[in-house]
């Protein structure tokens, strides 16, 4: 039989790329990214809402106040760790949360609303065109928007109570909603 | 005092290990019998030693000694016992204590029953066995250690998250950890091969039995963790595709191929080097699971405290273990000699399919699980994978495979006959095209993907019996005989009959769950009646109980079926206000073919409660199924062949034939 002698080092060599992945992921912080629409108006949209009845979300919304945009999904696990963050936020701070649903299930994204709570002043159903607009890379991702429709800061992945109190509440009163 | 001694236990189980790691793989290479024999007795003491210090911090968590730190952080005096015990694997120093414990455990499980190994080979095993050992009492002496004081002494410690505060996932680690840390025997065995050069049917037989124990241990710990998702975080949900789940996915899918290629190895003296490189794989993912749920690399519903710094020693760990297994393979593997040859259609063909199919799944898991963080790594982007993905990747490879597991016992070794087979499985078939008849006539047409899962889950299931029929000739011979072969089946066979059928029972629960789970969330006042699936759920009342250690809204309700009561339902929403944290309590009550499921949320303020009914349907079935699988693997840890003495090693060398004889 012969002998194919190469194909026995691919196994190490595959494991020896992974493991190189692996360090820098380490040192990467998974909470920074920096966005070129940073002090850039917030883009035009209109979504519709979860359920007919109920008012969706657009631009004009977010005129007037400083608000939070906080992109979720129901299929997506660290919204589901990030939700009572949110809740806690909305509830304290009494600053406007937008949700935009971003490619979900309607349905679904009732569903976990009303399982974990509602911290959104309004909620907008996305295909993920919107997303594209706004840089959204994944769920979840959270922008403060200033009372011109700027957007002021992005944080990418799952906020925690210690976002909120070392940046987002700072901010928030830096933009003195 | 305890505390003093658990603590100086583990460094003294860390020298020993040292010591265990060297002297018997020096003596093995030299042939020196005196050394060799350091291998069990030093085995035995680093289990003593580890489990003294494991004790002493159950101990202090017993009698909350808050001047141990880790007591201080994971437990509260207002626990009860068990939750008091269960807090020690609560968090990431006392689970890693009990990974060493369990990790101990099985080495001194090998240095105990391994009596019919050769000396030589149980030396080199138990010195793998114990530079894992090191490594981890080494990271746990240095960056995650339970026994720091803390002073002062606080009164009252800080509690344990109310989710992990359940009698389920009180064993569930414990079950987890036997799966993941039991595959490092498998691995010690490869390594040892590798080391010796040599790979046989007689080692295929040593290994398999501790493969198997390891697998049952890991089934039963994954269908656990799923278990308490589903009654715990209220959602109705089983299965998230979380990284911490597949974590535990990806050995359970490698370590199964590796239990079927060992049986290739072990009957046919063939894929040899592919059942090494299987075992290496299952036990690195083990420690990948390890490594990405302690290190914080991914974002994860589960989560632990995590710390970089011991991030970057487990990852030291895994580049160790796994760079330096896989390097030894890529030396030794080539030399290794193949057996016999193999027509693609025939049982070794259909059990390397099963590998394939296995591997390429758990691949599939592992690039959903790890794209997001290689492509922040390699394009700085940040991207979420869900359950989209694993629908389109995943269910297509195991659907392939369940329909080759009914045909794949059915052919004969070396070369096989696929249209006989097939042939053989005719009632099969019709079962198969019945099921998905009569799903689709009672559901619709709209049901067509739960009448493929039903089909697929009905082909398993007749295909399994037909095989276990054929084998004891029922049909063919008076009964009398039929059961006397039914007695004199070997135990491994009626194992995999009822590890198959156990899957098909798990297909047909998921299925039932995905096609036809029905939900309502309503808000719910006192006295109102809700429809769900042909019951009634009435709410009478709400009200506010007291726990051990919570407080608890809870909801009054009767499930009634045609106006009759069935049970009565309490689903509660439990606050803990020592840890400041809430947690659902789920009303289920199952008959075994379907679960009504209940959950209370938060008030509206006016009166009225946010109610989430459920009706899954077949969702019992998939636990079920599961409890069969592990059974199938005990049963078949029970077969006969692996407690009578030592299985002959082939003498090769002349000189091994000595050694044999004197055994």
Redesign the interface.
């Known amino acids: 039989?012969a002998?194919r002698?190469w194909l026995?080092?691919v196994?190490?060599v595959v494991?020896?790329l992974l493991?190189g992945?692996?360090?820098?992921?380490?040192?990467?912080d998974?909470m920074v990214?920096p966005s070129p629409l940073i002090d850039k108006p917030a883009p035009q949209f209109s979504l519709p809402p979860l359920a007919e009845g109920e008012s969706g979300f657009s631009t004009s919304d977010l005129r007037g106040h400083v608000s939070l945009v906080n992109t979720f999904?129901s299929?997506?696990?660290?919204c589901?760790?990030e939700h009572p963050v949110l809740n806690h936020l909305a509830r304290s701070s009494g600053v406007a949360i937008y949700g935009i649903d971003y490619k979900d299930k309607p349905d679904a994204a009732?569903?976990w609303i009303?399982?974990l709570?509602n911290p959104y002043v309004r909620i907008g159903a996305d295909d993920g065109r919107v997303g594209i607009d706004w840089g959204v890379?994944?769920?979840p991702?959270t922008f403060i928007v200033d009372r011109t429709g700027r957007i002021r800061y992005k944080h990418?992945?799952?906020l925690t109570e210690d976002d909120v109190t070392a940046t987002i509440l700072p901010l928030l009163a830096k933009l003195g909603r | 005092m305890i505390n003093e001694i658990g603590h100086f236990a583990l460094v003294l189980a860390l020298c020993v290990s040292a010591l265990q790691m060297v002297v018997p793989l020096v003596g093995a290479a030299r042939g020196d019998a005196a050394l060799t024999a350091w291998a069990r007795p030093a085995a035995i003491a680093q289990f003593l030693f580890i489990a003294t210090a494991f004790f002493a911090l159950m101990h202090a968590y017993a009698v909350s000694d808050f001047s141990l730190a880790n007591v201080a952080a994971n437990s509260s005096s207002m626990k009860p016992l068990l939750f008091k015990l269960s807090g020690v694997w609560s968090n990431h120093e006392g689970s890693m204590l009990l990974w060493v414990f369990i990790l101990a455990l099985f080495g001194a499980a090998v240095a105990v029953f391994g009596r019919n190994l050769p000396p030589s080979l149980r030396a080199r095993v138990l010195s793998v066995q114990a530079m894992i050992g090191f490594g981890f009492l080494l990271f746990i002496l240095l960056t995650s250690n339970p026994f720091v004081r803390l002073f002062p002494v606080p009164a009252e410690g800080a509690g344990l998250n109310p989710i992990l505060e359940d009698r389920g996932l009180a064993f569930h680690p414990p079950c987890l950890y036997l799966g993941y840390v039991g595959f490092s025997i498998s691995f010690c065995f490869a390594i040892a091969a590798l080391i010796e050069g040599r790979v046989d049917p007689a080692w295929a037989r040593w290994v398999r039995p501790w493969t198997l124990a390891a697998w049952c241990a890991l089934t039963t710990g994954i269908a656990m963790g799923s278990w308490w998702s589903y009654y715990t975080l209220?959602?109705g949900g089983w299965w998230?595709?979380?990284?911490v789940e597949n974590a535990s996915f990806m050995p359970w899918l490698v370590g199964t191929a590796l239990l079927h290629s060992a049986i290739v190895v072990e009957k046919r003296d063939t894929l040899k080097?592919w059942t090494i490189?299987l075992a290496?794989?299952t036990f690195?993912l083990s420690l990948i699971g390890t490594?990405l749920v302690r290190?914080?690399?991914l974002?994860?519903?589960h989560?632990f405290a995590s710390d970089?710094r011991r991030?970057?020693f487990i990852?030291l760990l895994?580049?160790a273990y796994?760079?330096g297994a896989?390097?030894l393979?890529?030396w030794r593997?080539?030399q290794l000699v193949?057996g016999g040859l193999f027509a693609p259609i025939s049982r070794e063909g259909g059990l390397l399919l099963n590998n394939l199919l296995l591997t390429t799944a758990a691949a599939t898991v592992f690039l959903g699980t790890?794209y997001?963080?290689?492509l922040?790594?390699?394009a700085?982007?940040?991207?979420?994978v869900?359950?989209?993905f694993y629908a389109m990747t995943f269910v297509p490879i195991m659907v392939p495979l369940l329909i080759a597991m009914a045909v794949g016992p059915m052919l004969p070794w070396k070369r096989g006959d696929l249209l006989a087979a097939l042939s053989h499985l005719k009632w099969a078939f019709l079962a198969t095209a019945a099921a998905a008849i009569v799903v689709l006539a009672i559901a619709g047409v709209r049901s067509i993907g739960a009448a493929c899962g039903l089909a697929l889950a009905a082909w398993l299931l007749i295909g399994t019996a037909v095989e276990l029929a054929e084998r004891v000739h029922l049909f063919g011979e008076p009964l009398a005989s039929v059961f006397r072969r039914a007695r004199r089946l070997p135990r491994s066979a009626w194992g995999m009959t009822f590890a198959h059928a156990g899957m098909a029972v798990v297909i047909a629960g998921i299925t039932g769950s995905t096609a036809w789970t029905e939900?309502r969330?309503v808000n719910g006042k006192p006295g109102q009646s809700f429809d769900i699936a042909g019951y009634t759920i009435k709410l009478d009342a709400v009200n506010e109980v007291q726990g051990p250690d919570f407080t608890a809204t809870q909801a009054d309700m009767r499930l009634l079926r045609d106006g009759t009561e069935i049970a009565a339902l309490h689903p509660e929403k439990r606050f803990y206000p020592v840890e400041n944290g809430a947690a659902t309590g789920v009303a289920i009550r199952t008959n075994m073919v379907s679960d009504i499921y209940a959950?209370i949320?938060?008030p509206d303020g006016k009166g009225g409660y946010?109610l989430?009914l459920y009706y899954n349907p077949l969702v019992p079935w998939i636990w079920l199924g599961a409890a069969f699988m592990a059974l199938g693997g005990l049963v078949s840890l029970s077969d006969r062949r692996h407690r009578v003495g030592a299985p002959a090693r082939r003498a090769r060398p002349v000189a091994d034939a000595g050694v044999q004889a004197a055994e």
């Open positions: 039989m002998r002698g026995y080092v196994p190490i494991f020896a493991a992945g692996f360090y820098v992921g380490l040192g990467r998974t990214l999904a299929w997506c696990a660290p589901r760790a009732r569903a009303a399982a709570g890379y994944g769920v991702e990418v992945g799952p | 209220g959602w998230f595709w979380d990284p080097t490189l290496i794989i690195s490594f290190s914080g690399v974002t994860s519903v989560a970089p991030g970057v990852l895994l580049g796994t760079g896989l390097l393979f890529a593997a080539p193949g790890l997001p963080l290689f922040d790594v390699v700085h982007q940040r991207v979420s869900g359950p989209p939900e969330i959950v949320g938060d946010v989430r």
